[in-house]
């Protein structure tokens, strides 16, 4: 039917719907109604568009090539863009976002080849930055089931060497302040934040069965206490590690 169908988007969303409406109802038969608002407003926008590259290029951050080339100057905009959008691109700032354990690289790469090519990519993105580079990651993402889990950053990060780079952090409820005190309206320069001095972790603060974040490992369950200051930590991704508190720089998932 696609084969023969006109190449007109509402159409072919018309009939690979036709397909899969009984599937996503079985599949989501506990809250289909509420996805199906998802659907029902692809079918709005989908409508409107003569051809299918055109819908395509304005639902993703792959716009055409000739648009993206448009912001390579030095104009004072905004660019979302893919990281093989950007490729032989340059900007004076670049933020990579979602660089987070299980997302970058991909929780279905496995170490080696495809880590690899994965490793190249970040490579691709990091250059495209000609004086700053910002590398970010969330502390929550949502699942499937959409509920939020706490994660760890990419064990690419994790790999950078030490000290050819600072490490900002903002917790929950200290986005506002930071905003709002580190910029000074009459100068228009940034002040330096304050930061609080890290509390050094003791073993007493573990105990076993409590789930805690590590940078690299992602999250875990601490197995077992080996005082005076290691844990065993079976971790969700990587298994069973043996950390020292002085350097595993390990944090409490509350919950």
Not at 102 to 123: D, I, K, N, V
Not at 141 to 165: C, H, N, Q, T, W
């Amino acid at each position: 039917d696609l084969r023969k169908a006109e190449p007109r988007p509402g159409l072919l969303c018309e009939i690979v719907l036709k397909w899969y409406q009984p599937v996503f109802e079985r599949l989501y038969a506990d809250d289909y109604p509420k996805r199906q608002k998802d659907l029902d407003q692809l079918k709005t926008i989908i409508v409107s568009y003569d051809d299918l590259q055109s819908f395509i290029d304005d639902t993703t951050l792959d716009p055409p090539e000739s648009d993206l080339n448009a912001y390579s100057s030095d104009l004072d905009t905004l660019v979302l863009s893919t990281i093989h959008s950007a490729k032989g691109l340059e900007w004076d700032a670049v933020f990579v976002i979602g660089l987070a354990d299980g997302r970058f690289p991909h929780s279905s790469a496995f170490p080696g080849e495809q880590w690899e090519e994965e490793r190249r990519l970040l490579y691709v993105a990091a250059t495209r930055a000609r004086k700053h580079l910002f590398l970010t990651y969330p502390r929550e993402l949502m699942s499937p089931d959409r509920r939020f889990k706490r994660v760890g950053m990419s064990p690419f990060i994790a790999e950078l060497e030490p000290g050819g780079y600072e490490v900002v952090r903002l917790v929950a409820g200290d986005a506002a302040a930071a905003y709002g005190s580190g910029y000074n309206a009459k100068s228009g320069r940034a002040r330096p934040l304050l930061r609080n001095k890290e509390k050094k972790a003791v073993l007493d603060d573990f105990s076993k069965g409590c789930r805690v974040n590590h940078p690299f490992f992602g999250i875990g369950t601490v197995q077992k206490k080996n005082p005076p200051r290691s844990l065993d930590v079976v971790f969700d991704r990587h298994g069973m590690k043996t950390l020292h508190l002085d350097y595993a720089k390990l944090t409490i998932v509350d919950g």
